[in-house]
């Protein structure tokens, strides 16, 4: 199985029950899901396919874990930056997810500007919040996004062997590094 089919049986399983909490907001299950179907959609909008990468740079927020959870049902691999990455370091993760997307908010909106001319190629910025120039307003996007679970046919052959994460290491011996977390790994976290 695939971590997010697995998350999908504990969603039927537990629609109207509390599934996430964050400063003092609680979605249930239902709630969350709704969340994640609108990333997969907005995934499927972007012609994101299987193995594709989208790069996660946000501080923790409810958006999180809907997001790369959303993105796995597009079978799209989520590359989870770390938010207090800045220069260098988050321009080598951003060069090595392979994403062609990145995801932010306006907290991390102008911490990705400052390290966008270490790019090693172009990535479209799409901001949960306030969009300017050429970035793309996700908020906006997400809403125009059917709230409806995609069709399993967007995974048909993956296997749980196949990526559902990119996470990197501290970089304290030099730049981080990605670590390839599949979908039979992730579901030990859960």
């Known amino acids: 199985n695939l971590v997010c089919d697995d998350l999908q ?44 990468t989208v790069a996660l740079f946000m501080p923790n927020r409810l958006d999180y874990f809907p997001a790369w959870y959303g993105l796995s049902k597009a079978g799209v691999v989520t590359a989870l930056v770390n938010n207090q990455l800045t220069g260098q370091a988050l321009a080598h993760c951003l060069n090595i997810s392979g994403a062609a997307h990145v995801i932010v908010d306006d907290e991390t909106s102008p911490v990705f500007e400052a390290a966008r001319g270490l790019l090693e190629r172009p990535m479209q910025q799409w901001v949960l ?40 290491t501290s970089g304290t011996t030099g730049l981080p590094k990605a670590a390839r977390v599949t979908h039979m790994r992730a579901q030990l976290y859960m």
């Open 9 to 52: 049986a504990v969603v039927q399983a537990h629609r109207d029950r509390p599934a996430l909490t964050f400063e003092g907001r609680t979605v249930t299950y239902g709630e969350m899901d709704a969340m994640a179907n609108r990333y997969a959609h907005w995934a499927r909008s972007q012609n994101l396919r299987r193995g594709q």
């Open 129 to 168: 919040g306030s969009a300017h120039g050429d970035q793309r307003d996700l908020s906006q996007a997400l809403k125009s996004s059917s709230q409806l679970p995609p069709d399993r046919s967007v995974r048909e052959g993956m296997t749980a062997r196949d990526t559902a994460l990119y996470i990197y």
